[in-house]
């Protein structure tokens, strides 16, 4: 996490502007107006806190994401890009509460890294729900990689 400006330091043009740099690379564009219109939700007393934590957010690229999986990987004792030299099974499964949240976009971006296709159809919701269903006492063992929010 980046440290905040001190307390009480103005939101000014140039500290708006530095937001917007550093949230070029974010999935939504982020503009000056969008900026200042969402500290506006707060109340006045509380733009300052809102004005630290636009100073702290690091926005990690899916560059990023990737190049830190394929780390991972490297590490994981046991795995292997070849199937035929893992030792013991491996299953990669998105843990979200839901379809669509960030779970399935991280084991997106799992199987981009290990640059595996999509081997299962549908939702990643509906693959757990498989897998949990066949594999229940399976699932609450070693070398499943859950990816998500958790």
């Known amino acids: 996490m980046k440290k905040p400006n001190r307390r009480t330091t103005k939101v000014n043009a140039r500290r708006v502007r530095t937001w917007v740099n550093e949230y070029a690379n974010y999935r939504h564009t982020v503009s000056e107006h969008r900026i200042l219109e969402w500290i506006k939700l707060f109340a006045p ?12 957010i ?18 994981l004792d046991g795995w292997n ?14 843990y979200s509460a839901s379809a669509g949240e960030s779970g399935d976009s991280m084991l997106q ?16 919701a509906r693959a757990r729900r498989l897998l949990a269903r066949r594999f229940p006492v399976w699932m609450r063992g070693k070398n499943v990689i859950m990816l998500g929010r958790q």
Do not use: E, M
């Open 109 to 124: 971006k799992f199987r981009h890294a290990r640059r595996v296709p999509n081997r299962i159809g549908g939702t990643a």
């Open 58 to 75: 690091d926005i990690i690229t899916h560059d990023q994401i990737v190049a830190a999986y394929k780390s991972i990987l490297r590490g």
């Open 81 to 94: 890009r070849d199937k035929r030299k893992r030792k013991g099974k491996w299953r990669f499964v998105a």
């Open 45 to 56: 007393k509380h733009r300052d806190l809102a004005a630290r934590v636009l100073d702290c």
